[in-house]
């Protein structure tokens, strides 16, 4: 669908921006539309009035066309995916200045909801990883009108600069023209956020050193950054003022640039939010490229760009240094939420762990080692399948559980294969799976009166050798006092009375083995005699819920 925008239409819409300013970041009265809350420093995504856990996968970049689609969906369906993250590219929606076509945004969407997918659509417009290639050739073919940056020895960098209006304005016109249409297309919500740009910032740079950039540079740094609490956020004296190099000194180059770059996606992001408001984030690269929001300037964005509910970690990392950066990104002003990385199973329980709003590796359409292939057991997205899967049976009482803090997180390590979790007047302890079959349950009786814990291998004569890599994942929510859900793949759950019902007798009351549905739980069997032996669970291969409660005297 093609529209021409008049030059009185994009007046009046900048209009509309203006005079919206003060309101731009209010909620909307619309309670159905997809919004985040904070609460006791915790955080939700609330879609269709729920909360809503991102269990996503990511397109490739240049997988946003009818053509590929098809492997697309057979990826994210594979997958067990509940949401999918696409580009869509300035350059394709409005490949002449003024004129718009919405055609492959509308295939998506409608593709999206006949799968019951939901959609996080990524602007890939002024920067894509701190380049041009996605604006549209009327802009590349005319860099007077839309500059890029100037190096410090005066060459020109293939980069935007952040200080051109005319590019900033004609990202913002298009960005709320697609804001617009989706308002009036997707009134059902399938997209439910939108990245603005992709990894902004710029390589082969530190900053932009034209005139223009120059004389803001020397010029004094904005009253907004001057406040004592956002100084102290960036380890400068609380009464620091005067020019960049004056109050951040050897930071100037690095600060001046993140300012510059955020306040530029803000202007883009309020046009588009004052008509349509659904959560919007930005992705970071997080090492080497200045000017994206990486978490030293995280105060700098917060306050140049308001209308970004989100700075999102693109995370590449080995674990030990994945964690450090969620710990940066996970705030009391920003939910966790890591758009763009490996297909790790370790990294989407870190990110549940934190109480984070949703996970979605790179490059889902691609990742299999021969590109043709279907995705299946011999994948690389395979194991998170499986989770995704197990997590999927936990519908939407998994996102709310995780913003009020009711889920314990247990995962294998080849360090130890068990874990033990304090559940208050319960503990449970976690057996995983070895590959040798499941034989006989662990010794894991309840605590005698006495204090014992009960008979151990060697008094049952059975063994339970483990080989040297265990496997499997455990998620325990405690609903109650005495009530637990425990969603698991290849273990042994074994609950045992603690707390002040240690020494206690104690049995199930029920057993339920099933999944949740739109917030009812549908009953599957109930799990007794041999499947509850020993105060024991047995989970294998297939993803599996069980709802738990017990009762002691």
């Not at 001046?256 to 770059?261: E, G, K, N, P």
């Amino acid at each position: 669908m093609k529209v021409e925008i008049s030059m009185r239409h994009q007046i009046l819409v900048f209009i509309i921006v203006i005079f919206s300013i003060v309101s731009l970041y209010a909620q909307s009265t619309d309670p159905s539309l997809p919004h985040l809350v904070h609460k006791n420093g915790r955080h939700a995504l609330i879609v269709d009035g729920q909360p809503f856990f991102m269990l996503g996968g990511q397109a490739h970049n240049s997988s946003a066309w009818p053509g590929l689609l098809t492997q697309v969906w057979s990826t994210i369906e594979a997958m067990h995916a509940n949401t999918l993250e696409i580009p869509i590219y300035w350059q394709q929606i409005e490949p002449e200045e003024g004129t718009f076509d919405f055609s492959i945004l509308d295939t998506i969407i409608k593709q999206a909801r006949e799968r019951d997918v939901r959609l996080v659509l990524l602007w890939f417009a002024t920067w894509k990883n701190g380049n041009t290639d996605y604006t549209p050739n009327w802009v590349k073919l005319n860099p007077k009108k839309y500059p890029h940056i100037v190096g410090r020895d005066g060459e020109i960098v293939i980069s935007p600069s952040p200080h051109a209006k005319t590019t900033m304005e004609a990202d913002a016109k298009a960005f709320t023209a697609v804001m617009k249409h989706l308002k009036d297309f997707d009134p059902q919500h399938t997209v439910i956020m939108v990245q603005v740009e992709n990894e902004p910032g710029t390589y082969g740079s530190t900053r932009d050193f034209s005139e223009e950039a120059e004389k803001l540079f020397q010029g004094p740094v904005s009253a907004a950054l001057l406040k004592p609490e956002v100084l102290k956020a960036l380890n400068k004296p609380t009464d620091a003022k005067g020019t960049w190099l004056q109050v951040f000194g050897s930071d100037a180059d690095e600060f001046f640039h993140a300012w510059s770059v955020a306040s530029y996606i803000n202007y883009v992001a309020a046009a588009g939010k004052a008509v349509n408001p659904l959560p919007m984030y930005v992705n970071v690269a997080l090492e080497g490229e200045p000017g994206g929001a990486m978490h030293n300037v995280i105060p700098i964005y917060k306050v140049a760009a308001p209308a970004i509910s989100v700075l999102a970690p693109d995370i590449y990392q080995p674990m030990e240094k994945a964690m450090k950066f969620m710990e940066y990104y996970d705030r009391p002003d920003n939910p966790l939420f890591v758009p763009e990385t490996f297909p790790s199973v370790d990294y989407l329980y870190e990110v549940i762990r934190r109480g984070g709003i949703g996970f979605s590796p790179f490059g889902v359409d691609r990742i299999p080692a021969n590109p043709s292939a279907e995705v299946g057991a011999g994948s690389r997205v395979s194991p998170l399948a499986t989770q995704y899967d197990l997590l999927q049976l936990g519908d939407r009482e998994l996102a709310k559980w995780i913003f009020e803090d009711r889920i314990h997180v247990v995962k294998v390590t080849e360090q130890n294969a068990q874990k033990e979790v304090d559940l208050g007047d319960w503990k449970a302890r976690i057996y995983f799976s070895t590959g040798r079959g499941w034989g006989p349950p662990p010794a894991f009786q309840p605590e005698a009166a006495d204090g014992s814990e009960g008979e151990t291998e060697e008094e049952t004569g059975f063994s339970f050798g483990a080989p040297p890599k265990p496997s499997g994942r455990v998620l325990i929510a405690q609903l109650g006092q005495n009530e637990f859900v425990v969603m698991a793949t290849q273990c042994r759950v074994a609950f045992q009375s603690s707390g002040a019902n240690k020494g206690k007798s104690w049995q199930f009351l029920k057993v339920e083995e099933g999944l949740y549905e739109d917030g009812t739980f549908k009953l599957l069997r109930l799990r007794n005699g041999d499947e509850v032996g020993w105060a024991t669970m047995s989970f294998d291969t297939e993803p599996a819920l069980l709802r738990i409660s017990m009762t002691a005297w």
